[in-house]
Each structure stands twice: as C-alpha cells, then as structure tokens.
C-alpha cells in the first residue's frame, strides 16, 4: 500500500479554518472518517490483544509493534501506519501552521525541508528530527468509578497529540469524556510550570469545554503548558473504551526550564542539515 496515496486520513476533510483557539489550538471533527470504513475498524477491533486484568488501565499498541500482530487486520495496519508516516505529520503541520509559526524553534523545524519524519521506537533523534506514533488504545472495564487520566498537560517534547474515539454500538457505560481546561487568568508562566503535573488540582483550573466519547470522533490540539485536559470519572462498568492515540515528539523539550540546551543543540542540527543539503547541491 502506497501511503502517499492512503485515502482514509482522519485529516482529509480539515483545514485551518477548523482550528479552535480557546482555551488552546484544537480541532474537534465529528464523522472523521467515512461511517463505513469507520465501522469496519469497530467491527475488527483486535480487542484478544490486550489484556484486560486491571480496572480501568490504559494499554497501547503502538506503530512499531502493530505488524507484530497477526490478529490485527491489514485495514488496522494500514490505518495505524498512515497515522504515523510524514504525510500524516504534513497534514497537521498544514492545519496548525499558523499557530507553530509563533515559536521559532518550531518555525525552523517546519522549514527545515531536509527534516527527516521518523516512527517513535523504530527511528531515533540520531536520525530523525521527529518521531511519530499511532496507537491502538484501550481503557480496561471499570471495577470502581474512576478517571484513567486527571487534569495535565502532556510531555513537554510532545508537538501534538490526538485522540480519536472508536466507541462501542453496545457501549451503553457513562463517563470517560475529554474536558478541555484553562489556567486561572491569573497565573504567570511560574506558577504554571509549578502546577503542571499529572492532577493538577481543579482549584487551579477553569473548565471550558467537555467533548463527548462517541465514536468517530477526533480530538487534535497542540501541546503546549496552556494544554490542560483530563477525562471523567467512568461508573462501573464491563465495557471498554476503546480510542487511537496521535503523538509527534521532538528532540527538546517546549516549555520546561531544562529544555535550553536541547533547544541549542536542535538549532545546530537544523544549520548542520542546511550546510550538508547546500554541500550536495553543489557538488552534484
């Protein structure tokens, strides 16, 4: 299968018209992919791949390890490929493009056409000046009400991340929706990077939306410290939430206070990279 030419991008339809600003840059896409082709990766879901002892634990399946799958059927092979390749990372690039060309690092690396896209745990930074995943995702039955992941911003080296939502017909189980959050208006850079962990306390946060778990749906936003999300308690229950998720990493880090000599190190690698593209030209 030629990826340049995969037709089931969750992306296809997207511009940056659609891109939300508030409380950060998101995009929010109903009936993502056609109902057909959405119906069948709900129909093949390689539910037999996890493991399902613990109460509402997440598990992956990440791009590198899919093919290791035999259960696993090519659709969802080619699915969870694309959405980890260099034209999946283009596409986002495209819609968000205007809100990256803010951060000079993040300007470079787009520019940078002699970038290299790698897949995380296939490819390194030694090679690749991003590495991608795609993951088959589950939150396991639920044994006691609980959130699978409290209020937080993701990684600081994570460019992206995304969430597309395969629910169950028979999923009948309340809770597990994505809220959207913002800091207290008040908060300096400072005090942000102090709260910022994983649960972060409500007292330091603003609800502003709350996007249902339904299926076909995706969920895409740029990461940055103002990125705060979190899912709802789930009520006791034997289904399983069932999602995709996105991620593009990067060799630094984009808003921690130890990421100044990685971000040194990225801008040496970009004018290397120039240097060695304009040497070739040259001499061939």
Same mark, same amino acid.
């Given at each position: 299968?030629?990826?340049?030419?995969?037709?089931?991008?969750?992306?296809?339809?997207?511009?940056?018209?659609?891109?939300?600003?508030?409380?950060?840059?998101?995009?929010?896409?109903?009936?993502?992919?056609?109902?057909?082709?959405?119906?069948?990766?709900?129909?093949?879901?390689?539910?037999?791949?996890?493991?399902?002892?613990?109460?509402?634990?997440?598990?992956?399946?990440? %791009?590198?390890?899919?093919?290791?799958?035999?259960?696993?059927?090519?659709?969802?092979? $080619? /699915?969870?490929?694309?959405? +980890?390749?260099?034209?999946? /990372?283009?596409?986002?690039? $495209?819609? /968000?493009?205007?809100?990256?060309? @803010? $951060?000079?690092?993040?300007?470079?690396?787009?520019?940078?056409?002699?970038?290299?896209?790698?897949?995380? $745990?296939?490819?390194?930074?030694?090679?690749?000046?991003?590495?991608?995943?795609?993951?088959?995702?589950?939150?396991?039955?639920?044994?006691?009400?609980?959130?699978?992941?409290?209020?937080?911003?993701?990684?600081?080296?994570?460019?992206?991340?995304?969430?597309?939502?395969?629910?169950?017909?028979?999923?009948?189980?309340?809770?597990?929706?994505?809220?959207?959050?913002?800091?207290?208006?008040?908060?300096?850079?400072?005090?942000?990077?102090?709260?910022?962990?994983?649960?972060?306390?409500?007292?330091?946060?603003?609800?502003?939306?709350?996007? +249902?778990?339904?299926?076909?749906?995706?969920?895409?936003?740029?990461?940055?410290?103002? %990125?705060?999300?979190?899912?709802?308690? @789930?009520?006791?229950?034997?289904?399983? @939430?069932?999602?995709?998720?996105?991620? %593009?990493?990067?060799?630094?880090?984009?808003?921690?206070?130890d990421s100044l000599i990685k971000r040194k190190l990225f801008k040496i690698r970009v004018f290397l990279s120039k240097i060695k593209k304009f040497v070739a030209g040259f001499l061939y």
């Amino acid at each position: 299968m030629s990826l340049e030419k995969y037709e089931f991008s969750l992306l296809k339809n997207i511009s940056p018209m659609d891109v939300i600003n508030d409380p950060f840059p998101h995009v929010v896409i109903h009936d993502a992919l056609p109902i057909d082709f959405a119906s069948k990766l709900i129909d093949t879901f390689p539910f037999s791949s996890f493991p399902s002892e613990k109460s509402n634990h997440r598990y992956d399946i990440s %791009a590198s390890s899919v093919h290791d799958f035999d259960l696993i059927s090519d659709q969802w092979k $080619n /699915f969870i490929q694309f959405h +980890s390749s260099k034209y999946f /990372f283009s596409e986002v690039i $495209n819609i /968000f493009k205007n809100y990256l060309e @803010r $951060n000079d690092e993040l300007t470079q690396l787009i520019q940078n056409h002699s970038m290299q896209v790698g897949r995380r $745990n296939v490819e390194s930074f030694k090679d690749s000046s991003v590495l991608m995943d795609a993951q088959i995702s589950i939150n396991t039955p639920v044994q006691k009400k609980s959130s699978v992941r409290k209020i937080h911003v993701d990684s600081p080296n994570k460019l992206y991340s995304g969430l597309f939502y395969l629910r169950m017909p028979d999923d009948d189980s309340f809770g597990g929706d994505l809220q959207l959050f913002s800091w207290k208006p008040e908060y300096s850079k400072k005090e942000k990077l102090n709260f910022y962990k994983e649960g972060v306390s409500k007292e330091h946060v603003n609800v502003i939306k709350e996007i +249902s778990y339904n299926s076909n749906t995706l969920v895409l936003f740029l990461n940055s410290l103002d %990125a705060l999300h979190g899912v709802t308690e @789930r009520d006791v229950t034997r289904h399983t @939430r069932t999602f995709v998720n996105l991620v %593009a990493e990067l060799p630094f880090d984009l808003y921690t206070k130890d990421s100044l000599i990685k971000r040194k190190l990225f801008k040496i690698r970009v004018f290397l990279s120039k240097i060695k593209k304009f040497v070739a030209g040259f001499l061939y």
